[in-house]
């Protein structure tokens, strides 16, 4: 049996649906004040009764409360976490969901007899790292690689359909440029969020992944300059940019992705996939194939 944390979301909804179609047993972990049915409206969520209608079966849980973490856990052999609170609020947060939440759920992993966690983390997170979000994920893969569990550490690059379906997908709704921070110059290992659940997906039951963290990226990164350019190939159009200088308000998006954008400005982020492509047997999508898919026709 396999436990989701974070079933509820794009990646962990993606990655139960796939482990469901394969005829795996999923159990996933659903709190009662999940946002997800609201935000799934506005396609940044999975319905857990969605997940439910496809045979995962729900247990209630809080990675804030270790009682509930402790129950879930009982005759799991894997855990697949993807949980995280960048979008929720209020108690949801950093410190006490990615960083606490996640290292209390390893701990009871670790004492219900789990063999295997698979922990998705971020390329670039380390202990220390100036971001907050970066240095807690570091601090999850030190506190996983001691607990003496078999781990899986996914570390993706920058998701594609959120940050470029932000990024591009809301000026280009609203008929306004685009606004790129600096030049739009430096290349970015983005990824689309479909690799990332295949690599979960793999994880499970492959002895390629036991104790193995895993750069996920697209086959090539990309400028943002470029990725204007492809959306712009992908829905027949010229799309107008605009640019401005780091620390200046982004608009039409979150004001919580400006620094980031910015940090993607200060140098080229590579991730060489060919070798992690072919052991895993994970084709990865490219910038074209994920702005036909996202943007063009059907998309
Ligand atoms: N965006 C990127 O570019 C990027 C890049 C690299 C790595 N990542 C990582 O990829 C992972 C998946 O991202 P995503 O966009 O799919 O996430 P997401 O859609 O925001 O999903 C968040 C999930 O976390 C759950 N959660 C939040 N607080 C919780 C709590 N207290 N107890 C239990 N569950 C809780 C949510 O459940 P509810 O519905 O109950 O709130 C939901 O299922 C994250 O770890 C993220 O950091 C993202």
Known sequence: MILIVGATGLLGGMITQQLLAQGKEVRILVRHNSPSEGLAQQGMATPAQTLIDAGAQPVYGDLKERSSLDSACQGIDTVITTANAVLRGGDDNLESVDLHGTQTLIDAAKAAGVRHFVYTSAAGSAPGHPHPLFDAKGRCEEHLKKSGLTYTILKPGVFMEIWIGTVVGMPLSAGQPVTLVGQGACKVAFVSIVDVAAYAVTAVDNPNAENQEIYIAGPASYSWTKVVEAVGRATGQQIP???????????????????????????????????????????????????????????
């Open 241 to 299: 940019i605009q640019y401005v200088a780091t620390g200046e308000p982004v608009p039409l998006i979150p004001p919580s992705m400006a620094p980031i954008l910015a940090a993607q400005e200060i140098g080229d982020s590579l991730i060489d996939m060919s070798e992690t492509s072919s052991r895993y047997g994970v084709d990865p999508t490219s910038l074209d194939t994920f702005a036909g898919r996202f943007f063009g026709a059907g998309g």
